[in-house]
């Protein structure tokens, strides 16, 4: 029989700093608390989750008394929704905790030496800042703490009504029904609520995440700051008649849809990246700029999400390359050509490299759309690709642009890297712990010149980096 584990909750803990990714920091009896859910000057109960011999994990059960730096969260499913959890935070305090968590990273894991990292640059708008939303469909609607026990049976979690929104915390299959969002212009509420409620009133089934049963799944939608809007509903299987009239419906009540699209989804995983979408009304895309470059966006597109963050992301790279219209410039990781793109008017050549084909060939697009003709974009391994004949042909970088997904760059990559020995690498990062891990790596041969963090996602704990190396 297995041993039940002992419950633990430490009581009045005052908590004194901010640790990492979203986590509060105390201790207690010479022990490390990371605590999930406080602030800085709260004192509160913890219950412990992992408990080791130097330091513990745990998430707040109640809080006696509230840290003077709290203000009150502006959204009604702030606790409840996975995200945005640093609303009780003033945005100035966010930031502040982001830059030290930038500092402690690079400094503690990459352990070499570094300039005066720059003050990070922050959004101007910290609501309403993203242009792509992903929300569910399920017939098991996550309940809140006062619902459990009173308008349900204590037995069963599930909505015979469903729910449209985001998943909880950690449950796979249960939803939060979301009224309000403030991640983007409320032209996401009202398409959602919008199909929501017809799906309600026509009785349309919402999808069971166990069972792989329900009509309904999911709506993605893209609100670009040229107005343009794109949304894709995904279904389970076909039903013609009963999609023609719900689109019909979404169009009508919601005019400013400039493309809307439908796909049906019939494998258990939500990715749409092997399928088709099919095009009901409009173009079937949507274009959007950073600075005056023109970006193809189609359904199964890479874009960064905060439009008008990526500009400053990438002005920082730009100013950080320091071209002078002479340099050949490789763009590692280049998914659609963003990057390259938005430096190409100070670089000689722009050579992209991405393993994604269809990101490769939206790349060709875009470049073609915004009438650049010096960039050329190759799919497959960096590894493989970026050998003497590759150079031979194209010509060895004068300038690396990296920016890899948040488990940084592979070991051979970094290896790679050293072999080629360009003057210059821009490293954009948005996981501040790996981009340490690989600068220590390229120490080897290169120093770092200039660091700046860049918040791109408000309210939340993620930060982006850019970071210049110089060929020592």
Known sequence: MKKEKKRIILENVLVTDYAAEG????KQDGKVIFISGAV???????FITKN???WAEGRVQQIKEFSKERVEPFCKHFGVCGGCKWQMLPY???LQYKQQEAEQNLRRIGKVTLPPILPIIGADDDKYYRNKLEFTFSNKRYLLPGEIGTTEPATTEEKPAGALGYHAPRLFDKIIDIEECYLMDGVNNSIRNTVKDFALQNKYSFYDAREHTG???NIVIRYCTTSELMVNIIFNYEEEAERKKLLDHILKQVPGITTLLFTINPKWNDTIYDLTPQVYFGKGFVLEKLEEFVFKISPKSFFQTNTKQAEKLYTVTRDFAELTGNEVVYDLYCGTGSIGIFVSQQAKKIIGVEVIEDAIADAKENAALNNITHAEFFAGDVIKICNDDFFAKHGKPDVIITDPPRA???DKLVAKLLEIAAPKIVYVSCNTATQARDIALLNEKYSVE???????????HHIECVVLLKLK
């Not at 986590?23 to 105390?26: E, F, G, P, Q, T």
């Not at 800085?40 to 913890?46: K, R």
Request: proline share 9%; hydrophobic share 40%; charged share 30%.
């Open 40 to 46: 800085p000057g709260d004192v509160a109960d913890v």
């Open 52 to 54: 080791k011999k130097d």
């Open 23 to 26: 986590k509060a920091l105390a």
């Open 450 to 460: 200039k660091i700046q963090p860049v918040d791109m996602f408000p309210h939340t």
């Open 408 to 410: 940084g760059m592979h």
């Open 92 to 94: 100035a305090k966010q």
């Open 215 to 217: 009509w309904l799944r």
